[in-house]
């Protein structure tokens, strides 16, 4: 079992910066590949970004490469994502999510634990 803990949303003007944490507690943290996951109103959960378990693979969606950088630090339990240039359409809640296994993955049902979310809105 483990729990995830999502802050650092906000509101933020188009162009601007926002760095989201995800804190894990439960069970040994470089157990798990992890990944954030958005989610806007009326859409599918959409994933944004993953890290392997001990950091040396990331992958984003098309949407958010070159602009998104997720990391972690297994000593603090935590993942980030770095989010730059951010535009209206990133405008979402963020779900950090957690996966017994090595290998990270685009699809959602394959992630074990969920956060609650923050939300991030970004004003045009």
């Known amino acids: 079992q483990v729990q995830l803990v999502e802050s650092g949303g906000g509101l933020v003007a188009a162009g601007g910066s926002l760095r989201l944490s995800c804190a894990a507690s439960?069970?040994?943290?470089?157990?798990?590949?992890m990944a954030w996951f958005r989610q806007a109103p009326g859409q599918e959960r959409e994933f944004a970004a993953g890290i392997s378990r001990y950091g040396g693979k990331t992958i984003y969606a098309d949407s958010v490469k070159g602009r998104f950088t997720i990391s972690r630090d297994n000593a603090k339990n935590t993942v980030y994502l770095q989010m730059n240039s951010l535009q209206p359409e990133d405008t979402a809640v963020y779900l950090c999510?957690?996966?017994?296994?090595?290998?990270?993955?685009?699809?959602?049902?394959?992630?074990?634990?969920w956060g609650q979310g923050t939300q991030v809105t970004v004003s045009s």
């Open positions: 999510a957690a996966r017994t296994a090595e290998t990270v993955v685009r699809i959602f049902g394959m992630y074990n634990y």
């Open positions: 439960g069970r040994t943290f470089s157990t798990f590949a």
